[in-house]
């Protein structure tokens, strides 16, 4: 079937597979590698995208249902070489060490901060919540956040 999304602010006009999720799409036919596959169920973050500014797993989004959308991925982030301030606080704060989830944890604190700019550490905790950290970053993750937020 052929869908036409929009991703990164880029035009993509594609034949996909039936049944194929936006991750399969992301990962092998666009080589947007950052989404990440987890669990397959939307339960870990790894494979966190915005869709319209709202942090989504792509695990469980169909490439069709998203032909009006706007999906951001990690990628679509860097800006003329130049990190997001949320990528750029988790480096400064060392907020990663396998980095597997670090893609997901980045798109939601970026869609948090999009909503609310001034979180509370609650809203912060809240929106780290879904992801799954087998390394347990998960303090230094909420300080970037908090700090990209300044």
Same mark, same amino acid.
């Given at each position: @079937? *052929?869908?036409?999304?929009?991703?990164?602010?880029?035009?993509?006009?594609?034949?996909?597979?039936?049944?194929?999720?936006?991750?399969?799409?992301? *990962?092998?036919?666009?080589?947007?590698?950052?989404? &990440?596959? /987890?669990?397959?169920? /939307?339960?870990?973050? =790894?494979?966190?995208? @915005?869709?319209?500014?709202? =942090?989504?797993?792509?695990? *469980?989004? *169909?490439?069709?249902?998203?032909?009006?959308?706007?999906?951001?991925?990690?990628?679509?982030?860097?800006?003329?070489?130049?990190?997001?301030?949320?990528?750029? =606080?988790?480096?400064?704060?060392?907020?990663?060490?396998? /980095?597997?989830?670090?893609?997901?944890?980045?798109?939601? =604190?970026?869609?948090?901060?999009?909503?609310?700019?001034?979180?509370?550490?609650?809203?912060?905790?809240?929106? @780290?919540?879904?992801?799954?950290? &087998?390394?347990?970053?998960? /303090? &230094?993750?909420?300080?970037?956040?908090?700090?990209?937020?300044?």
């Amino acid at each position: @079937m *052929r869908v036409r999304l929009r991703i990164n602010n880029r035009v993509q006009d594609l034949e996909v597979r039936p049944g194929v999720t936006l991750l399969g799409v992301l *990962r092998d036919d666009l080589h947007l590698t950052g989404a &990440r596959y /987890g669990c397959g169920s /939307g339960a870990c973050g =790894a494979c966190m995208v @915005m869709v319209d500014g709202v =942090a989504s797993p792509s695990c *469980r989004l *169909r490439p069709e249902d998203l032909s009006d959308r706007s999906i951001l991925t990690i990628e679509g982030l860097t800006v003329n070489g130049s990190l997001h301030p949320v990528q750029r =606080a988790f480096v400064d704060l060392d907020a990663m060490q396998c /980095g597997y989830c670090t893609s997901g944890m980045i798109m939601s =604190a970026v869609a948090l901060l999009g909503a609310t700019p001034r979180p509370t550490e609650e809203q912060i905790r809240s929106a @780290m919540a879904p992801h799954l950290c &087998r390394c347990g970053v998960y /303090g &230094r993750a909420i300080r970037a956040v908090n700090r990209a937020s300044r």
